[in-house]
Protein backbone atom coordinates (compact mmCIF):
# COMPACT_ATOMS: atom_id res chain seq x y z
CA UNK A 1 0.00 0.00 0.00
CA UNK A 2 1.63 3.06 -1.65
CA UNK A 3 0.83 6.80 -2.08
CA UNK A 4 2.58 8.13 -4.77
CA UNK A 5 3.51 12.24 -4.66
CA UNK A 6 4.33 12.63 -8.39
CA UNK A 7 7.80 14.66 -8.57
CA UNK A 8 8.69 16.11 -11.64
CA UNK A 9 10.73 19.08 -10.59
CA UNK A 10 7.70 21.08 -9.39
CA UNK A 11 6.37 22.48 -5.74
CA UNK A 12 6.77 21.58 -1.97
CA UNK A 13 6.44 18.24 -2.33
CA UNK A 14 8.35 17.50 1.35
CA UNK A 15 5.21 19.45 2.93
CA UNK A 16 2.73 17.58 1.25
CA UNK A 17 4.63 13.61 2.32
CA UNK A 18 4.70 15.27 5.14
CA UNK A 19 1.52 15.81 6.00
CA UNK A 20 -0.10 12.55 4.30
CA UNK A 21 2.43 10.38 6.57
CA UNK A 22 0.79 12.40 9.48
CA UNK A 23 -2.15 11.20 8.40
CA UNK A 24 -1.80 7.66 6.69
CA UNK A 25 -0.33 4.59 7.52
CA UNK A 26 0.33 3.97 4.15
CA UNK A 27 4.44 4.29 2.82
CA UNK A 28 4.70 7.52 1.25
CA UNK A 29 6.46 7.84 -1.86
CA UNK A 30 8.07 10.72 -4.06
CA UNK A 31 8.71 9.74 -7.49
CA UNK A 32 8.96 10.16 -10.60
CA UNK A 33 9.00 6.87 -11.56
CA UNK A 34 6.28 5.58 -13.51
CA UNK A 35 6.75 2.34 -12.36
CA UNK A 36 5.96 3.30 -8.89
CA UNK A 37 3.26 5.58 -9.78
CA UNK A 38 1.23 2.81 -11.53
CA UNK A 39 1.76 0.64 -8.62
CA UNK A 40 0.81 3.54 -5.49
CA UNK A 41 -2.72 3.33 -4.62
CA UNK A 42 -3.46 6.25 -4.27
CA UNK A 43 -1.56 9.41 -6.25
CA UNK A 44 -0.74 12.92 -5.16
CA UNK A 45 -0.19 15.49 -8.68
CA UNK A 46 1.32 19.01 -6.50
CA UNK A 47 1.91 21.50 -8.17
CA UNK A 48 3.50 24.94 -7.42
CA UNK A 49 4.87 28.13 -9.72
CA UNK A 50 3.79 29.07 -13.49
CA UNK A 51 1.86 26.89 -15.24
CA UNK A 52 3.81 27.23 -18.18
CA UNK A 53 6.82 25.92 -16.26
CA UNK A 54 4.70 22.90 -14.95
CA UNK A 55 3.81 21.65 -17.83
CA UNK A 56 6.88 21.78 -19.54
CA UNK A 57 8.57 20.38 -16.36
CA UNK A 58 5.79 17.28 -16.37
CA UNK A 59 6.65 16.98 -20.50
CA UNK A 60 10.23 16.97 -19.81
CA UNK A 61 10.24 14.56 -17.16
CA UNK A 62 8.08 12.12 -19.38
CA UNK A 63 4.83 12.13 -17.22
CA UNK A 64 2.29 14.09 -18.91
CA UNK A 65 1.26 10.25 -20.86
CA UNK A 66 0.91 8.77 -17.42
CA UNK A 67 -1.04 11.53 -15.79
CA UNK A 68 -3.58 11.55 -18.89
CA UNK A 69 -3.72 8.01 -18.51
CA UNK A 70 -4.58 7.81 -14.35
CA UNK A 71 -6.89 10.68 -15.05
CA UNK A 72 -8.61 9.01 -17.99
CA UNK A 73 -8.84 5.22 -16.46
CA UNK A 74 -9.82 6.29 -12.70
CA UNK A 75 -7.79 3.51 -11.89
CA UNK A 76 -6.85 4.78 -8.59
CA UNK A 77 -8.01 8.18 -6.37
CA UNK A 78 -5.40 11.25 -7.50
CA UNK A 79 -5.54 14.36 -5.58
CA UNK A 80 -4.50 17.69 -7.34
CA UNK A 81 -3.07 20.42 -5.13
CA UNK A 82 -2.63 23.96 -6.54
CA UNK A 83 -1.30 24.29 -10.22
CA UNK A 84 -1.81 20.35 -9.77
CA UNK A 85 -5.58 21.52 -9.63
CA UNK A 86 -5.02 24.34 -12.28
CA UNK A 87 -3.52 21.81 -14.93
CA UNK A 88 -6.48 19.28 -14.99
CA UNK A 89 -8.58 22.98 -16.78
CA UNK A 90 -8.53 23.25 -20.64
CA UNK A 91 -6.46 25.82 -20.54
CA UNK A 92 -4.53 28.77 -18.56
CA UNK A 93 -4.80 32.62 -19.05
CA UNK A 94 -1.29 32.55 -17.64
CA UNK A 95 2.41 32.65 -19.34
CA UNK A 96 0.04 34.45 -22.16
CA UNK A 97 -2.46 31.17 -22.40
CA UNK A 98 -1.26 27.68 -21.95
CA UNK A 99 -3.11 24.54 -22.93
CA UNK A 100 -3.67 22.31 -19.92
CA UNK A 101 -4.45 18.67 -19.53
CA UNK A 102 -8.08 19.42 -20.08
CA UNK A 103 -9.37 16.68 -18.23
CA UNK A 104 -12.24 18.96 -16.88
CA UNK A 105 -13.97 21.56 -19.22
CA UNK A 106 -12.98 24.97 -18.03
CA UNK A 107 -10.53 27.40 -17.52
CA UNK A 108 -8.09 28.91 -15.43
CA UNK A 109 -8.46 32.87 -14.83
CA UNK A 110 -6.04 35.84 -13.41
CA UNK A 111 -8.06 37.37 -10.35
CA UNK A 112 -9.19 40.95 -11.12
CA UNK A 113 -6.75 43.25 -9.09
CA UNK A 114 -8.71 46.28 -9.39
CA UNK A 115 -11.63 44.86 -6.99
CA UNK A 116 -12.28 46.90 -3.74
CA UNK A 117 -13.04 44.89 -0.52
CA UNK A 118 -15.65 46.11 1.82
CA UNK A 119 -13.18 48.99 3.39
CA UNK A 120 -12.61 50.30 -0.50
CA UNK A 121 -9.12 48.88 -0.12
CA UNK A 122 -7.77 47.17 -3.57
CA UNK A 123 -7.58 43.25 -2.63
CA UNK A 124 -4.82 42.20 -2.79
CA UNK A 125 -3.32 39.45 -5.68
CA UNK A 126 -2.13 36.67 -5.27
CA UNK A 127 -4.63 35.78 -3.05
CA UNK A 128 -2.61 34.81 0.11
CA UNK A 129 -3.94 33.89 3.34
CA UNK A 130 -6.91 31.69 5.50
CA UNK A 131 -10.01 31.53 3.43
CA UNK A 132 -13.76 30.26 3.32
CA UNK A 133 -14.39 27.14 1.33
CA UNK A 134 -18.33 26.61 0.68
CA UNK A 135 -19.45 23.26 0.14
CA UNK A 136 -21.39 23.24 -3.00
CA UNK A 137 -21.91 19.48 -3.36
CA UNK A 138 -21.51 16.86 -0.58
CA UNK A 139 -17.95 14.57 -0.88
CA UNK A 140 -16.43 12.15 0.75
CA UNK A 141 -13.53 14.52 0.57
CA UNK A 142 -15.68 16.94 2.90
CA UNK A 143 -16.37 14.29 5.64
CA UNK A 144 -16.37 15.36 9.18
CA UNK A 145 -15.15 19.05 7.40
CA UNK A 146 -17.61 22.45 8.15
CA UNK A 147 -18.88 24.24 5.46
CA UNK A 148 -17.34 27.22 5.29
CA UNK A 149 -14.06 25.59 7.21
CA UNK A 150 -10.98 28.44 6.11
CA UNK A 151 -8.02 26.31 4.59
CA UNK A 152 -4.80 28.03 3.01
CA UNK A 153 -3.95 29.83 -0.37
CA UNK A 154 -1.42 30.85 -2.43
CA UNK A 155 -2.03 31.97 -5.88
CA UNK A 156 -3.32 34.54 -8.67
CA UNK A 157 -5.01 32.07 -10.82
CA UNK A 158 -8.14 30.27 -10.51
CA UNK A 159 -10.12 27.51 -11.65
CA UNK A 160 -13.74 28.55 -13.29
CA UNK A 161 -15.16 25.09 -14.13
CA UNK A 162 -18.13 24.99 -16.48
CA UNK A 163 -19.86 21.38 -15.36
CA UNK A 164 -21.29 22.71 -12.29
CA UNK A 165 -21.25 19.11 -11.64
CA UNK A 166 -17.76 18.75 -11.41
CA UNK A 167 -17.69 22.20 -8.30
CA UNK A 168 -17.52 20.36 -5.42
CA UNK A 169 -16.24 23.79 -3.79
CA UNK A 170 -16.35 27.55 -3.72
CA UNK A 171 -14.15 30.87 -2.81
CA UNK A 172 -15.49 34.10 -3.10
CA UNK A 173 -12.42 36.55 -3.69
CA UNK A 174 -12.18 39.80 -6.30
CA UNK A 175 -15.50 39.56 -7.59
CA UNK A 176 -15.18 35.79 -8.68
CA UNK A 177 -16.48 32.36 -7.51
CA UNK A 178 -13.13 30.35 -7.54
CA UNK A 179 -13.74 26.82 -8.36
CA UNK A 180 -11.40 25.57 -5.08
CA UNK A 181 -12.28 21.72 -4.99
CA UNK A 182 -13.81 20.00 -8.19
CA UNK A 183 -13.54 16.74 -9.16
CA UNK A 184 -14.95 13.65 -11.35
CA UNK A 185 -14.75 9.73 -10.62
CA UNK A 186 -11.59 8.89 -8.55
CA UNK A 187 -9.92 12.50 -8.83
CA UNK A 188 -10.46 15.33 -6.68
CA UNK A 189 -8.43 18.78 -7.23
CA UNK A 190 -7.95 21.66 -4.41
CA UNK A 191 -6.59 25.11 -5.26
CA UNK A 192 -5.76 25.54 -1.26
CA UNK A 193 -2.79 23.68 0.36
CA UNK A 194 -4.30 21.12 3.04
CA UNK A 195 -1.00 20.33 4.03
CA UNK A 196 -0.91 24.06 5.44
CA UNK A 197 -3.94 24.33 6.24
CA UNK A 198 -4.23 22.58 9.67
CA UNK A 199 -6.57 20.50 11.26
CA UNK A 200 -9.47 20.84 8.27
CA UNK A 201 -6.12 20.41 5.63
CA UNK A 202 -5.28 17.22 7.36
CA UNK A 203 -8.62 16.31 7.98
CA UNK A 204 -9.24 16.29 3.70
CA UNK A 205 -5.74 14.15 3.45
CA UNK A 206 -7.11 11.49 6.11
CA UNK A 207 -10.62 11.49 3.68
CA UNK A 208 -8.60 11.09 0.94
CA UNK A 209 -6.02 8.45 2.03
CA UNK A 210 -9.47 6.53 3.38
CA UNK A 211 -11.11 7.51 0.29
CA UNK A 212 -13.00 4.28 -1.97
CA UNK A 213 -14.61 6.02 -5.08
CA UNK B 1 15.28 22.42 12.54
CA UNK B 2 13.49 24.14 9.99
CA UNK B 3 12.34 20.45 9.04
CA UNK B 4 11.83 18.94 12.06
CA UNK B 5 9.47 21.70 12.50
CA UNK B 6 7.92 21.79 9.35
CA UNK B 7 7.12 17.93 9.83
CA UNK B 8 5.17 18.66 13.01
CA UNK B 9 3.34 21.12 11.88
CA UNK B 10 1.03 21.69 9.07
CA UNK B 11 0.50 25.65 8.73
CA UNK B 12 2.47 28.29 6.65
CA UNK B 13 5.92 28.29 7.98
CA UNK B 14 8.46 31.77 7.70
CA UNK B 15 12.31 30.87 8.43
CA UNK B 16 14.30 34.38 8.73
CA UNK B 17 17.59 35.62 10.08
CA UNK B 18 20.98 35.24 7.88
CA UNK B 19 19.04 34.89 4.65
CA UNK B 20 21.52 36.10 2.40
CA UNK B 21 21.66 34.26 -0.90
CA UNK B 22 19.26 32.24 -3.60
CA UNK B 23 21.12 29.37 -1.78
CA UNK B 24 20.34 29.82 1.32
CA UNK B 25 16.25 30.37 0.61
CA UNK B 26 16.51 26.73 -2.04
CA UNK B 27 17.52 25.13 1.37
CA UNK B 28 14.97 26.55 3.60
CA UNK B 29 12.52 25.43 1.07
CA UNK B 30 13.84 22.33 0.99
CA UNK B 31 13.77 21.86 4.39
CA UNK B 32 9.80 22.38 4.08
CA UNK B 33 9.55 26.29 4.98
CA UNK B 34 7.08 28.03 2.85
CA UNK B 35 8.59 31.53 3.05
CA UNK B 36 11.70 33.20 3.80
CA UNK B 37 12.59 36.15 5.50
CA UNK B 38 15.23 38.66 4.30
CA UNK B 39 16.41 41.82 6.00
CA UNK B 40 19.78 42.81 6.19
CA UNK B 41 20.81 41.31 2.96
CA UNK B 42 17.87 43.49 1.34
CA UNK B 43 19.64 46.62 2.62
CA UNK B 44 22.87 46.15 1.78
CA UNK B 45 21.97 44.57 -1.86
CA UNK B 46 17.91 45.87 -2.74
CA UNK B 47 18.86 43.35 -6.14
CA UNK B 48 18.79 40.48 -3.64
CA UNK B 49 15.10 40.83 -3.65
CA UNK B 50 14.18 41.18 -7.21
CA UNK B 51 16.39 38.13 -7.66
CA UNK B 52 14.62 36.07 -4.66
CA UNK B 53 11.31 36.98 -5.72
CA UNK B 54 11.96 36.44 -9.21
CA UNK B 55 13.25 32.99 -8.85
CA UNK B 56 11.05 31.58 -5.93
CA UNK B 57 7.79 33.98 -6.55
CA UNK B 58 6.75 36.64 -4.76
CA UNK B 59 4.36 34.32 -1.96
CA UNK B 60 7.80 33.10 -0.51
CA UNK B 61 9.64 35.99 0.32
CA UNK B 62 8.80 38.12 3.25
CA UNK B 63 11.02 41.60 3.80
CA UNK B 64 11.60 42.13 7.39
CA UNK B 65 11.44 45.81 7.64
CA UNK B 66 13.17 47.43 10.79
CA UNK B 67 11.97 51.05 11.46
CA UNK B 68 12.84 53.68 14.19
CA UNK B 69 11.18 57.32 14.28
CA UNK B 70 13.51 60.09 13.70
CA UNK B 71 11.21 63.10 13.84
CA UNK B 72 11.06 65.13 16.76
CA UNK B 73 8.14 65.85 18.32
CA UNK B 74 6.11 68.31 16.58
CA UNK B 75 7.55 67.29 13.28
CA UNK B 76 5.86 65.43 10.79
CA UNK B 77 6.64 61.90 11.78
CA UNK B 78 9.21 60.21 9.80
CA UNK B 79 11.24 56.81 10.29
CA UNK B 80 14.53 54.94 9.20
CA UNK B 81 15.70 51.74 8.48
CA UNK B 82 17.90 50.57 11.17
CA UNK B 83 20.00 47.62 10.82
CA UNK B 84 21.93 45.68 13.59
CA UNK B 85 18.87 45.46 16.16
CA UNK B 86 18.20 48.55 15.78
CA UNK B 87 21.71 49.98 16.47
CA UNK B 88 22.87 51.23 13.10
CA UNK B 89 20.61 53.85 11.40
CA UNK B 90 20.93 53.25 7.14
CA UNK B 91 19.14 57.31 5.83
CA UNK B 92 16.76 55.18 4.46
CA UNK B 93 13.79 56.51 4.62
CA UNK B 94 10.96 53.83 5.96
CA UNK B 95 7.59 54.35 3.90
CA UNK B 96 9.67 54.73 0.93
CA UNK B 97 12.11 51.61 1.58
CA UNK B 98 8.75 49.43 1.66
CA UNK B 99 7.81 50.54 -1.35
CA UNK B 100 10.84 49.73 -3.51
CA UNK B 101 10.47 46.73 -1.65
CA UNK B 102 7.21 45.75 -2.71
CA UNK B 103 8.06 47.17 -6.16
CA UNK B 104 11.33 44.44 -5.70
CA UNK B 105 8.70 41.72 -5.55
CA UNK B 106 8.70 41.36 -1.66
CA UNK B 107 5.23 39.63 -1.23
CA UNK B 108 4.90 40.52 2.55
CA UNK B 109 6.37 43.21 5.01
CA UNK B 110 7.36 42.47 8.59
CA UNK B 111 7.08 45.87 10.44
CA UNK B 112 8.99 46.03 13.38
CA UNK B 113 9.16 49.11 15.58
CA UNK B 114 12.61 49.16 17.54
CA UNK B 115 11.28 52.29 19.54
CA UNK B 116 8.63 49.52 20.55
CA UNK B 117 9.97 46.49 20.66
CA UNK B 118 10.13 44.65 23.84
CA UNK B 119 8.58 47.59 25.63
CA UNK B 120 5.09 46.04 25.63
CA UNK B 121 3.57 49.67 25.18
CA UNK B 122 1.79 48.22 21.93
CA UNK B 123 2.68 48.90 18.25
CA UNK B 124 4.34 52.40 16.61
CA UNK B 125 0.29 52.73 15.38
CA UNK B 126 1.60 55.62 13.00
CA UNK B 127 4.14 53.72 10.70
CA UNK B 128 2.51 50.51 10.64
CA UNK B 129 -0.30 52.91 8.95
CA UNK B 130 1.99 54.86 6.87
CA UNK B 131 3.42 51.54 5.62
CA UNK B 132 -0.03 49.49 5.19
CA UNK B 133 -1.36 52.71 3.10
CA UNK B 134 1.78 53.08 0.61
CA UNK B 135 1.83 49.44 -0.21
CA UNK B 136 -0.31 46.65 -1.98
CA UNK B 137 1.09 43.62 0.31
CA UNK B 138 0.05 42.46 3.54
CA UNK B 139 1.53 43.90 6.11
CA UNK B 140 2.59 42.13 9.66
CA UNK B 141 2.99 44.84 12.43
CA UNK B 142 5.73 43.55 15.07
CA UNK B 143 7.50 45.36 17.86
CA UNK B 144 5.60 46.10 21.70
CA UNK B 145 2.28 44.02 22.12
CA UNK B 146 1.67 44.25 25.58
CA UNK B 147 -2.21 43.30 25.82
CA UNK B 148 -4.74 41.89 23.44
CA UNK B 149 -6.25 45.53 22.80
CA UNK B 150 -2.65 46.20 21.22
CA UNK B 151 -3.25 43.45 18.78
CA UNK B 152 -6.82 44.64 17.73
CA UNK B 153 -5.26 48.32 17.32
CA UNK B 154 -2.73 46.51 15.19
CA UNK B 155 -5.17 45.91 12.73
CA UNK B 156 -8.63 48.59 12.91
CA UNK B 157 -6.06 51.30 13.65
CA UNK B 158 -2.83 50.83 12.10
CA UNK B 159 -4.41 48.55 9.17
CA UNK B 160 -2.43 45.62 9.65
CA UNK B 161 -3.30 42.50 7.97
CA UNK B 162 -1.97 40.91 11.10
CA UNK B 163 0.38 41.17 14.17
CA UNK B 164 3.03 39.62 15.90
CA UNK B 165 3.26 38.84 19.38
CA UNK B 166 6.17 37.06 20.87
CA UNK B 167 6.72 37.54 24.84
CA UNK B 168 2.84 37.55 25.54
CA UNK B 169 2.65 34.06 24.49
CA UNK B 170 5.83 32.72 25.44
CA UNK B 171 5.49 33.55 29.05
CA UNK B 172 1.79 32.12 29.15
CA UNK B 173 0.15 35.73 30.17
CA UNK B 174 -2.14 34.81 26.99
CA UNK B 175 -3.02 31.87 24.50
CA UNK B 176 -2.89 32.01 21.19
CA UNK B 177 -6.95 31.28 21.28
CA UNK B 178 -7.38 33.11 23.92
CA UNK B 179 -5.71 36.42 21.77
CA UNK B 180 -7.66 35.33 18.68
CA UNK B 181 -10.96 35.03 20.30
CA UNK B 182 -10.59 38.07 21.70
CA UNK B 183 -9.65 39.64 17.96
CA UNK B 184 -12.64 37.90 16.66
CA UNK B 185 -15.29 40.02 19.60
CA UNK B 186 -14.20 43.34 18.18
CA UNK B 187 -15.09 42.37 14.97
CA UNK B 188 -12.28 41.28 12.75
CA UNK B 189 -12.02 38.00 11.14
CA UNK B 190 -10.19 35.55 11.92
CA UNK B 191 -9.80 31.93 12.09
CA UNK B 192 -10.44 30.31 15.45
Redesign the interface.
Known sequence: MTIAVIDYGMG?L??VA??L??VADENIVITSDPRAIRGATRVVLPG??AIRDCMGELERAELRGLVDELLSNHSKPLLGICVGQQMLMERSEENGGIDCLGYLKGAVKRFDDKQLDEHAQ?L?V?H???NHVSHIQGHALWDGIEDKA?F?F?HSYYVSASERSQVFGATHYAGAEAHVAIGKGSIFAVQFHP????AA??KLLENFVRWQP | MVSRIAGEVFIPLTVGGGIRTCEDIRTMLNAGADKVSINTAAVFNPDFVREAADRFGSQCIVVAIDAKCVSEDGETPRWEIFTHGGRKPTGLDAVEWAKKMVELGAGELLLTSMDRDGTKAGFDLGVTRAISDAVSVPVIASGGVGTLDHLVDGVLKGGADAVLAASIFHFAEYTIPQAKAYMAERGIEMRL
Open positions: NHSKAEHQGRKPMGWRYVEKSAGL
